[in-house]
């Protein structure tokens, strides 16, 4: 089978087909192992980057299990975890040019993709578990708040009548008022 771009596949979409999402996938795994083995993961920065990112992780994580992610706190996670990714280009040109401050080899190549793998892809990943939390927390705050007014519309509404009790009739239902209706004109038959 002939290789098939991105492009190609963006274009006509009937060229996708399992074979074609196999020799994707297989073409990902091979260039992920590439990678791995190009990188010297001893080198000076490993360290001190992964430490960033469990430093980073835990906060988001701490976040996400106290329920504070809509706090000013974690707004402001929020913003710097966005700046980081904003500012990682100005990164990559700076570390490209001062490599030997920070690692051994110059990893920093002018298209940013290993700054985009080490640096901004696992600040991404914590942007989108923190934006779960903010999701968790304002459909939790929603469902209190509607559980409260149903309460409150509960105590506003007025008793019920026996005959809504018995199913006759109901205020809301005009389904309710012809079953009422047919069985007064039965009962004056």
């Known amino acids: ?4 771009s991105l492009d190609s596949l963006l274009n006509d979409p009937s060229l996708l087909s399992w074979t074609t999402v196999e020799s994707v996938v297989a073409e990902f795994k091979a260039d ?18 992964a430490a960033f990112h469990v430093v980073v992780s835990l906060f988001v994580a ?19 975890l966005a700046a980081l990714i904003l500012a990682a280009e100005q990164l990559n040109t700076w570390a490209a040019a001062n ?23 696992p600040l991404l990943a914590n942007i989108l578990i923190y934006m779960f939390a903010v999701l968790r927390e304002v459909s939790s705050t929603l469902i209190t708040a509607k559980r409260k007014q149903l309460g409150m519309d509960k105590v506003k509404s007025p008793k019920q009548t026996t005959a809504e009790k018995d199913g006759e009739a109901t205020p809301a239902s005009p389904a309710g008022d012809i079953h009422l209706r047919k069985r007064k004109n039965a009962a004056s038959k």
């Open 62 to 80: 701490y976040l996400f299990w106290s329920k504070r992610a809509t706090s000013v706190l974690g707004f402001s996670v929020l913003i710097v």
């Open 1 to 4: 089978m002939s290789k098939v």
């Open 99 to 121: 490599y030997n401050l920070i690692a051994q080899t110059n990893y920093f190549d002018k298209n940013g993709a290993f700054i985009t793998s080490v640096f901004s892809g």
């Open 32 to 49: 992920l192992a590439a990678f791995v083995d190009a990188v010297d993961w001893s080198d000076r920065i490993f360290p001190k980057l």
